[in-house]
């Protein structure tokens, strides 16, 4: 202990820290009141309205799915095959025109809902979804969309949906991580798309790596090399003794609280974190209901967080390298068959399986990208019809599908013009989806608010407006 005086507090943590689990500056615990609360940190549920959600899952699929190949029909596309399309465009096509869908729609359950072949499995769940085909954002670049689809704004300067979800309600789990992101590789963007910015650090995403889906892989460094958990409690109690005598003197060293928070969460998740990030513990039965992809298994993963508590989880369908595969600039079609085989099974999986637990009513889930992509062809100098071409990004009309967590099942909300290119009926934009899932969730988007440099911030901005007529 004498030669211990002689180290700066930081280095002490640098040193002591090794085997904690440095898992981000995330998870909602605060160190059940052993520590005091950063400054604007809220300390309990922000509730303006009675929730009918609890927790939320966002299936992300990045580079942005074929609105017209999925869950919007349009035999105008068949019919004018090949025509330029008119208007103002984003750019001008350079491809062989309006390029119909291949894929048969059909309507399904007793509500009728109307989705692609593609989807034979979450057609079982139909009366379960809320389809939003009317979505609309600002630009139709992967960057911005993405940053304005996560954080409500084109520029990497903001809090994301999940710091705002956390920061307003808090955690159900002192022992888990409030807000949980799970990716088999870093995003476009990265860790701004989970970012808590000027929200205090406690807020900000815990990213997991599932391309490796066995516990030690996925949660680096949660067990200590050398010390047992008694001899962990004891050096965690003399930093937090430090602490506080360091705060006596001092004021505002709200990085420094996160850090020990960090590890108090990380010390505590060697128990409860071994169990809920261990899908191996599931049946046979219910990893098979899911299927064997990385989405698949990160789908029931997430179940079991946001069973075990975890209020947000993003799962996102991205490669291993991190690569964008619904981007489809060519191979549009035979792409989306292979993409969506995976996609459905594990979705309509994951919607079961929070359906017979009691589970989905008070869970919101929601599937899409940043956008959708053009009803016309994207052709390169190689080819120049329709069995290999792409389709390019697109975002003033493009699909949602959102289900349980207090939204009407069973419902296709708005519509986009003849051909899929406008959202011209009940148009939804980016800022009215979060306005509509912040209200679910209990909470007034105008009234979650943040005082950073000068001026009260919040998710929505200015704008956002909530949709009422998707809520039951």
Known sequence: MHNMNLLSRRELLSRAGTGFGMLG???????????????????????HTPPKAKRVIFLFMNGAPSHVDTFDPKPALEKHAGEQPTGKLYKPSKGAGFMPSPFKFAAHGESGVVMSELFPHMAQCADDLCVIRSMHTAVPNHEPGLLMMHCGNQQPIRPCLGSWVSYGLG?????????????PGRPVVGPQLWSNSFLPGEHQGTAVDTNNLEVDKLLANIRHPHLDRSQQREQLDLLLALNRRHLEQRQNESALDEQIR???LAYEMQTEA??????????????????ESTFAQSCLLARRLVERG???VQVYYVTKNGKQPWDTHNKNNAKHRTLCADSDRATAA???DLKARGLLDDTLVVWGGEFGRTPYAQNDKKNKGFENAGRDHHHTGFSMVLAGGGVRGGLAYGATDEFGMDAIENRVHVHDLHATMLHLLGIDHEQLTYRYSGRDFRLTDVHGRVVHDIIT
């Open 25 to 47: 500056l995330a998870g909602t615990m605060q160190a059940a009141g052993l520590l005091g609360h950063a400054a604007g940190a809220s300390t309990s549920p922000v509730l």
């Open 171 to 183: 955690t159900e789990n002192e022992n888990l991580p409030g807000f949980v992101v799970l990716s």
């Open 310 to 312: 975890v209020r947000m």
């Open 274 to 291: 071994s169990e809920a990030f261990d899908v191996s513990r599931e049946p046979k039965s219910v990893r098979e209901l899911y299927g």
């Open 350 to 352: 994951l919607l079961m």
């Open 262 to 264: 960090a590890m108090e």
